[in-house]
């Protein structure tokens, strides 16, 4: 008997009553649409954070002033404490394990230009901050020691703010007004995109830290301090040793005072989203194994029904010159063909509810090619070990039994 003569026959067999066939079909769909879904979320969260610890450098921390409850006329007003300094950024510059430090002051503010106004960030820092904070740019130039010395009045917009403010044109050389004073575009960033926190790294202007401070804000002090450590390896040193510098120049601990300051390690917060992906990956593969043995269940119970009102064809095949072993391999081939086909479908459903959870909610989804073999080998495995009893139960019919059944 030649196997693939026989699958038509055992295709019109197995789905003769079509209800039944179809909630096995549906057992196995439903699961692997399931385990497509899950794990493409957790996929598209791995690339996502990947992606955005490229951009932000995994040698990244930031030091701010920590945010405080002042009583004013007996009421609580937040605000932060104001006891970062540039010569505490030039004191953090000093460590060993610290490449660069660079000050910065921001606060979002109402940028003008023309007839077309935008809130964004403005940040006023120092020329490394472009290396620092792995920012590229698109065109003109970024900030020189020189502007911050004279305190210029010159500008790098982020890719946003250059769209909204001078859509179809190029905006070096023309204003920015910030709290009414204009200042010159000198350089457009290249887009990066939002980060991990929900900020919009395109939606900023750099200007001189200089000029920031006493002609936007009029203020001394810094928010926040960008620092660059030389090794990733060494940012638990970087992160005590910034921390005693600063507690020793703010003489906290002689005062009996808690830190003033917080030291952000983005990656930290990176790390832990990754883990929470990766165990999105683990319950997609929990999910399938559970959902796989029950849609496995299904195919045990259909074949085994199959095998019963089949009997006399059984008999008879074995009559005319099948073997069992011919037997017990097209059995075997009906429950895996089974399986395939509930993959087939249930890879359908999760890959089109993918790409509506992708376009309705905005989310980054990616189907991962290993989990895609991976499930199908799972599918194949479920539908050759539930198949294996009633293919084996099929091999063991004679045909005297089988004129009994008739």
């Known amino acids: 008997m030649k196997l693939w003569r026989g699958i038509g026959t055992s295709a019109r067999a197995l789905f003769a009553h079509k209800t039944r066939a179809a909630l096995a079909l549906a057992s196995i769909a439903v699961s692997v649409g399931a385990v497509v879904v899950v794990s493409a979320i957790g996929t598209g969260a791995q690339k996502e954070i990947l992606r955005q610890t490229e951009k932000l450098g995994v040698n990244l921390l930031v030091v701010r002033p920590v945010p405080v409850k002042k009583s004013a006329a007996r009421k609580q007003i937040r605000g932060v404490v104001s006891t970062l300094t540039q010569q505490d950024e030039e004191a953090i510059q000093e460590l060993a394990e610290v490449s660069a430090a660079v000050p910065g002051q921001e606060n979002t503010l109402l940028l003008k230009a023309g ?15 472009l290396e620092v904070g792995r920012f590229q740019l698109q065109r003109g130039r ?19 703010v250059n769209e909204e403010l001078f859509p179809g044109k190029d905006a070096i050389g023309h204003d920015v007004r910030v709290r009414g004073i204009p200042f010159e575009v000198i350089g457009i960033l290249k887009p990066k995109g939002v980060q991990a926190d929900g900020s919009d790294q395109d939606n900023q202007i750099v200007i001189p830290i200089r000029t920031a401070l006493r002609r936007i804000f ?34 906290l601990e002689a005062r009996g005072k808690p830190d003033d300051f917080s ?25 399938g194994g559970i959902s796989l043995v029950v849609g496995g269940f299904g195919i045990l119970a259909l074949m085994l029904m199959s095998v019963n009102e089949r009997t006399g064809e059984i008999g008879l095949r074995i ?45 980054k989804l990616v189907i991962s ?14 539908g050759a070990g539930f198949g294996t009893y009633p293919a084996w139960k ?13």
């Open 319 to 363: 009559a005319v010159g099948a073997r069992r072993a011919d037997i017990l391999i097209q059995f075997l081939a009906e429950a895996i063909m089974l399986a395939l086909a509930g993959w087939l479908g249930g890879f359908a459903i999760g890959a089109s509810a993918a790409a509506a959870v992708a376009f309705f909610a905005q989310w």
């Open 218 to 251: 009029n203020i001394t002090w810094l928010n926040p301090i960008f620092v660059s450590v030389r090794d990733p390896m060494q940012m638990p040193a970087a992160e005590a040793g910034i921390g005693q510098v600063l507690r020793s120049r703010h003489r």
């Open 142 to 160: 970024f900030l020189d020691d020189e502007d911050n010395l004279l305190m210029r009045r010159v500008a790098i917009l982020g890719a946003r």
């Open 115 to 129: 007839n077309r106004s935008l809130s964004a960030r403005v940040l006023g820092t120092t020329a490394p901050y």
């Open 263 to 287: 030291i952000q390690n983005k990656t930290k917060t990176l790390a832990q989203q990754r883990r929470i992906a990766e165990s999105l990956t683990t319950l997609a593969v929990a999910l």
């Open 369 to 382: 090619p290993s989990m895609v073999l991976v499930s199908l080998a799972t599918v194949l495995i479920a």
């Open 394 to 406: 099929a091999s063991l019919i004679t045909p005297i039994r089988a004129l009994k059944v008739e």
